[in-house]
């Protein structure tokens, strides 16, 4: 699994998945806190609710009420959700299909 978080860095700084935006993108899209966007940033690394907690210093507890909020901002309802919802609205929309995939795809 890649290291979302450098030691003492917030996954909100570090770049990570979100590409060259950095959270800020999540941030300006859906009003997300800096915490918000860390959390969200794990998730997108697959970190489960203990291993967030651990890496930012947080109660699962409190994982778990960020990651409410976030999926209230976005307006999903699971993790997967999530991953599946910021690909498609963010990054689907530029990437370059391959020659073949509009000929096999269903409406």
């Avoid at 917030?10 to 899209?29: F, K, N, T, Y």
């Avoid at 966007?37 to 203990?50: D, I, N, P, W």
């Avoid at 778990?64 to 997967?80: E, I, N, P, Y």
């Amino acid at each position: 699994m890649a290291q979302a978080q450098v030691e003492g860095e917030d996954a909100a700084e570090s770049g990570g998945v979100v590409g060259d935006h950095g959270c800020s993108g999540l941030v300006r899209a859906y009003g997300l806190s800096p915490r918000e966007c860390a959390v969200a940033e794990l998730v997108f690394h697959g970190c489960s609710t203990q291993e967030i907690g651990r890496r930012l210093r947080l109660s699962p507890h409190t994982v778990q009420d960020h990651l409410k909020a976030v999926f209230d901002k976005t307006g999903v309802r699971s993790r997967r959700d999530l991953v599946a919802a910021i690909f498609s609205r963010h990054y689907a929309p530029t990437a370059t299909p391959r020659p073949d995939a509009t000929a096999t795809c269903r409406t």
